[in-house]
């Protein structure tokens, strides 16, 4: 895929970077004092129990919403794509995929369809969104979330609603649009195994960082297997991951495999 951008962002310069992030919601302390940043051609996963935080920061660092203190630095022009944890319209609205896709930015038919055609949903422009699987609309969401050939990938739980075997092409696929787009990609997930295998740096969030880096560095932290537990800890042990590969988690026997 061809990029069309005229200012691409500094190769040194994260793309973005937050420092010292607060922010509280009901008396609450949602973000304390988070700090991250995005560098190019990453990517990073942020992980953590429900409730931490997650997908606020996300929104932070979108400027969707406003800390109470810290600062979030985006470098100028950052072209971003934003998948949500939820469709923002009912998902009962009467479009089909192709119409869905041009609702925002209206960025075109050919930009639409080779948008599809990554993500492998090519063949349901003309299906109605409701009618989709959810599979099928993660992919959807996906394709909207990298129709403008963003800089910057933000995912929040992309592989939501999705099977195992699903869950893992998905990421794969993740690992390739990356790769085609030459952008970096931030998620959030739940799925501790599958993503450990498929991402660079992780960022455990319990509302403050717990703990960061390679999910080698990670899986051992006293604070993640505190989060998670041992069992899950131990499992992710087997999960040492060389990133010049792609991995097809089915021919390794699946989730029973690991337990
Ligand atoms: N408007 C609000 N008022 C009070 N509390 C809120 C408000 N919005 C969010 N929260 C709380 O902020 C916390 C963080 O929410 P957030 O959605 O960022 O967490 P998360 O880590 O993404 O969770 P999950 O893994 O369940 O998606 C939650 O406890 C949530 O209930």
């Known amino acids: 895929m061809t990029r069309r951008k005229h200012n691409k962002p500094s190769d040194t310069e994260p793309l973005v970077a937050l420092h010292g992030v607060s922010l509280s919601k009901g008396g609450r302390a949602v973000l304390d004092q988070v700090s991250l940043s995005v560098p190019p051609r990453r990517i990073i996963t942020v992980v953590g129990p429900n409730g931490a935080g997650k997908t606020t920061l996300l929104r932070v660092l979108l ?11 985006r470098q100028p022009g950052l072209n971003v794509g934003y998948m949500p944890q939820r469709l923002p319209l009912n998902q009962l609205f009467p479009v089909t995929v192709r119409r869905f896709m041009n609702l925002q930015g209206r960025p075109g038919r050919t930009a639409v369809v080779d948008a599809l055609e990554l993500t492998g949903v090519g063949h349901l422009q003309q299906r109605p969104l409701a009618g989709l699987s959810g599979g099928e609309l993660q992919r959807v969401l996906l394709a909207r979330a990298i129709v403008q050939k963003p800089d910057l ?44 295998a498929a991402t660079d740096q992780v960022i455990c969030l ?10 080698e560095t990670v899986e051992s932290h006293p604070d993640f297997v505190q989060i998670f537990g041992p069992r899950d800890a131990e499992t992710l042990g087997v999960y040492h991951h060389q990133h010049s590969h792609h991995h097809d988690l089915s021919e390794q026997g699946g989730p029973a495999a690991r337990d």
Do not use: W
């Open 153 to 196: 990938l933000v995912l929040d739980e992309p592989v939501q609603g999705v099977d195992f075997m699903g869950e893992a092409a998905l990421y794969r696929l993740i690992h390739s649009l990356k790769e085609s787009l030459d952008c970096s990609v931030l998620m959030v997930s739940h799925d501790l195994h599958v993503v450990m």
């Open 63 to 73: 400027g969707l919403e406003a800390p109470d203190s810290g600062t979030v630095r």
């Open 206 to 215: 319990n509302h403050h960082v717990c703990c960061e880096g390679t999910p």
